[in-house]
RNA sequence: GCGGACGUAGUUCAGUUGGUUAGAACGCCGGCCUGUCACGCCGGAGGUCGCGGGUUCAAGUCCCGUCGUUCGCGCCA
């Protein structure tokens, strides 16, 4: 027999009766009456009763062992009596009755529990993580981020992409955020940047004549954490030649829908996912009907330009005509049928605007073909009946109001329809996935700070319309310059991010110079790129997916820690391995590295303890 | 960098208006228990109430500072 197993603790069923069997695992939890003593033995399988009564010499020793125990045990299949076969337990017709056992490791006192689910904090669940990935909980979470991994790339492959590793040591990437950054020890006062995306990589593999590549690929970002970021994640990171953008959505709704539909019961719930094609939904549509380029479309509720109703001789509310004399909008959104909703409803939807900025959250409601509420008395009848046929609302609904400069007013229009939607309740439709593609994005945008054009997002994109959509007059116009870049959103998260890319030096070029960069810039920071596409470079473009965030989606879990193995704290600091920490003398003379770090704050016990000594 | 919440036993939490020796559950230790499966019963140990300062006759509780954790803003696809 096998040194530590015959059989994995789910395995065994009351077909096994009479075998003897040799099982492994730890001990989840023990019962001991006495002359007789239960014990749960669990390994990543299953759980499998193991018995020793009192007419084992083991008896004894066995009482001494602690949960978290690694045992080994040998022993006869045993068929249970009826009345206590546990239902609950795959394995629960059968149990072991033990007749040779070992300990292969013993086990300290735990710090929390492994066996119940005892609410311990993340910072012990961290430091102790091996413990904590033990729990029924996380084992579950892991192994579906694992198959939802093995499916990706079976589904990849099946298209015909090869999957390819790009280097971890690389260059500055053009994503924008913060780079980490790592010494070189042969080039003093040079450092490598972890990659932020493969982008370059992969659009550089295009250019080779690679195709269809993908790679699920490690990305490091230097900004701070949220519950749904971290410094290391994961894409699914995808790059095609010869292809338009019809042809990524054709290509990945596929796998996307697949994946969905493959994973969409892993919360119990079976859930209905979007069915292809998408929904493409060009970025200002999205920011005037959504209020966001990430769009939650299980809200069924959609915004409203209102500005032409605001602006009417014979509508009088000034706060709003102010606003738009000085170019501001107007958003409505619609609240239906909450003629029952008290007048603590609508103070506590304008107290949520007040917290987010706005000076409040207006609304009129509708009732016995009568307008009411703070504002009513400003918008005559006639304007009132304008704004419900424009709205297609009527008696029994209320319509909010957002009035501010065209960004901001989209923007908090957004939110308050998604506050809006959850403070009426039963709206947001459940048990589904719901995709879209966000398309047309803006190749640039104004930077509020500077004032100044700034590519929106991604510098690489192809605009559309090509090298001609550059040629303007005032800088200002290059904001109407759209991109060939799209997103695919679901149920309200941003999975992925893509574009067309531009594979012509001379446009790029161009593109760059538009907002003021030169050049020398570009050669210095892409030259190799730059270069290759002088080389002969295909049209090609693709995206990226977050696979962690869909990992979360499909565990419901808002914290992107729960869906990894092994995570940073909220500060990135890995209290399990010690990361980050000081380097030692020798290796920062080897690095030509002089630390230059911030004073101690002094504070007064120091400057007490100064003062004595 | 900024804001909110939290910080009490190994873990999760309770702790009233500031008032006797700071409690519960799980875990741990000891004892009992032959059909449990969240086994049960009896007993016990375990506390720098994050830290520092202040107010007070008296502080886990109030005030100030600080540190830590977490969520968010800024930042970031």
Redesign the pocket.
């Known amino acids: 027999m096998h040194d530590y197993r015959s059989h994995k603790c789910a395995e065994l069923r009351k077909a096994n009766v009479g075998e003897t069997v040799k099982l492994s695992g730890w001990v989840n939890?023990?019962?001991?009456?006495?002359?007789?003593l239960?014990i749960?033995l669990r390994d990543t399988y299953g759980i499998t009763?193991i018995?020793i009564?009192?007419?084992s010499p083991l008896l004894s020793e066995a009482?001494k062992w602690?949960?978290e125990y690694v045992i080994c045990v040998t022993g006869k299949v045993v068929e249970?009596?009826a009345?206590?076969?546990?239902a609950?337990?795959p394995t629960?017709e059968i149990?072991v009755r033990v007749e040779a056992a070992e300990v292969l490791s013993e086990a300290a006192?735990?710090?929390?529990?492994v066996a119940?689910d005892?609410?311990?904090?993340?910072?012990?669940r961290?430091r102790y993580r091996y413990l904590d990935l033990r729990r029924d909980a996380m084992q579950k979470k892991i192994r579906l981020r694992n198959n939802v991994i093995a499916s990706v790339r079976r589904r990849m492959w099946e298209q015909d992409f090869q999957e390819f590793n790009t280097p971890i040591l690389t260059a500055s990437s053009p994503?924008?955020?913060?780079d980490f950054l790592v010494p070189s020890r042969l080039h003093p006062g040079k450092f490598y940047a972890l990659p932020?995306?493969p982008q370059q990589f992969k659009q550089l593999l295009m250019m080779s004549g690679f195709d269809r590549y993908f790679q699920v690929a490690p990305c490091f970002?230097d900004?701070?954490?949220?519950?749904?970021?971290l410094a290391e994640f994961y894409q699914l990171d995808v790059e095609m030649s010869f292809i338009t953008e019809e042809d990524v959505y054709n290509t990945m709704e596929p796998v996307l829908q697949g994946l969905f539909e493959e994973f969409a019961d892993a919360t119990g719930e079976k859930r209905a996912v979007t069915q292809a094609p998408f929904p493409r939904i060009p970025y200002d549509e999205a920011m005037l009907k959504y209020g966001s380029?990430k769009p939650d479309l299980r809200n069924p509720l959609e915004i409203v330009d209102v500005t032409d109703i605001f602006a009417r001789d014979d509508v009088e509310f000034r706060a709003f005509k102010s606003v738009i004399e000085g170019g501001g909008v107007v958003r409505a959104i619609p609240a239906p049928k909450i003629s029952e909703k008290s007048r603590k409803f609508f103070d506590g939807l304008n107290d949520w605007a007040r917290g987010e900025g706005a000076p409040g959250l207006g609304y009129i409601k509708f009732a016995d073909g009568e307008g009411a509420g703070p504002i009513a008395k400003f918008v005559p009848a006639e304007a009132q009946d304008a704004l419900k046929a424009k709205m297609g609302i009527g008696d029994g609904d209320a319509v909010f109001f957002v009035c501010d400069k065209e960004g901001a007013a989209a923007k908090l229009a957004g939110k308050a329809r998604d506050k809006i939607c959850e403070a009426i309740g039963g709206l947001l439709e459940q048990g589904v996935y719901k995709f879209c593609w966000i398309v047309d994005?803006p190749l640039y945008e104004l930077n509020e700070?500077t004032g100044k054009v700034d590519f929106?997002?991604?510098p690489f994109s192809m605009p559309q319309g090509g090298e001609a959509a550059l040629d303007v007059d005032d800088e200002l116009e290059l904001l109407n310059v759209k991109a060939h870049?799209y997103?695919c959103v679901c149920n309200g998260y941003?999975l992925c991010?893509g574009a067309i890319r531009n594979h012509k030096p001379e446009i790029m070029i161009k593109a760059f110079g538009a907002v003021g960069y030169d050049q020398s810039v570009l050669e210095e920071k892409f030259g190799g790129m730059l270069s290759a596409m002088r080389y002969g470079a295909p049209p090609h473009g693709g995206c990226?997916f977050?696979i962690d965030r869909i990992v979360m989606l499909f565990c419901d879990e808002?914290?992107l820690?729960e869906v990894n193995a092994f995570v940073m704290?909220?500060?990135f600091?890995d209290t399990l391995m010690n990361a980050p920490s000081a380097a030692e003398e020798p290796q920062l003379k080897d690095l030509h590295i002089k630390l230059n770090l911030p004073k101690p704050?002094i504070?007064?016990?120091d400057s007490a303890e100064a003062k004595t000594a």
């Open positions: 939890r023990k019962r001991d009456h006495g002359g007789l239960f749960d009763q018995v009564d009192s007419d009482e602690r949960n249970r009596a009345e206590v076969v546990n609950k337990l629960g149990e006192v735990i710090p929390f529990q119940e005892d609410n311990a904090g993340e910072d012990v961290l994503e924008g955020a913060r932020q995306a970002r900004e701070d954490s949220r519950a749904d970021r380029d994005y700070e929106s997002h991604n870049q997103d941003e991010s990226a977050g808002p914290n820690r704290n909220g500060q600091e704050k504070t007064e016990a």
